[in-house]
């Protein structure tokens, strides 16, 4: 049976086959079509490829005119108002019946006057003008940020924080002082990674990271970052997340 299902198949394909060979405008125009499909792959793949070595370059171009902030030495003025004002501080975390993160702080965490104060003027050095600038805490395991008028509720509430969002449109060669309050004997600095993360979009829509070190007074070059990683240090969630499952960190 199937050998017979075979040789009828075998004698319909050698009619056709005859069929195209005696018949020359049959036969130009099935190469025709075949030809023009793969001419249409090739031209499809052509265009994907010069789209990709496009965009490459594009983002290429864009990182060379990307955004960048560099640390100036410049002498505080008691008068001159920070346009950053922030406050950090190291704490305790536990969970409690409702398996809620509860955060405690140092008692004297309300106490202004027990405030020291580190100040940066940092400057927009690069090609491109940064349209929103978020500062964050790296270290989300024991260390907290925000801005210095958030403290006590915070505290109230043993919430925690880690970034906080400057909006307002930071033009090239613009200047701005960003004031850290802490306490003293508060363990705010890390061996071997920068304390703080200037993570900002530029005018071409990127995001990029700047790590800073505040003790060292050291901030590196910017490099691309994902909107994951974005959303990783300027949202609570992850780390909230970490301190029920310990073993996520």
């Not at 099935?30 to 023009?36: D, N, S």
């Not at 104060?117 to 790296?138: E, M, P, S, W």
């Not at 925690?160 to 200047?175: E, F, H, Q, S, T």
Request: net charge negative; hydrophobic share 40%; proline share 2%.
């Amino acid at each position: 049976m199937e050998y017979a299902l075979f040789s009828i198949w075998e004698v319909k394909m050698k009619d056709i086959f005859d069929f195209i060979n005696n018949n020359a405008i049959v036969a130009s125009l099935i190469t025709l079509f075949i030809t023009t499909i793969i001419q249409i792959a090739f031209r499809k793949s052509d265009r994907k490829y010069n789209e990709k070595q496009e965009n490459k370059k594009e983002r290429k171009q864009q990182f060379l005119n990307k955004a960048e902030f560099h640390i100036e030495e410049k002498q505080w003025d008691s008068k001159e108002e920070p346009d950053i004002r922030l406050f950090m501080t190291d704490f305790k975390a536990s969970i409690n019946d409702k398996k809620d993160v509860e955060f405690y702080y140092s008692k004297d965490i309300l106490k202004k006057e027990k405030y020291k104060h580190l100040r940066f003027y940092i400057k927009n050095i690069g090609n491109a003008d940064v349209d929103q600038l978020d500062i964050c805490a790296t270290a989300q395991k024991n260390t907290m940020l925000c801005d210095i008028d958030e403290v006590e509720f915070l505290v109230d509430n043993k919430f925690v924080n880690y970034c906080i969002c400057y909006d307002r449109k930071i033009l090239k060669n613009d200047i701005i002082l960003i004031d850290i309050a802490y306490l003293e004997n508060s363990k705010i600095c890390n061996m071997f990674s920068g304390e703080l993360a200037l993570i900002f979009r530029d005018s071409y829509g990127n995001l990029y990271e700047q790590p800073l070190f505040i003790q060292q007074r050291n901030l590196y070059e910017p490099h691309f970052i994902s909107y994951n990683e974005f959303k990783i240090y300027t949202s609570t969630d992850t780390a909230l997340e970490c301190f029920k499952k310990p073993w996520l960190w």
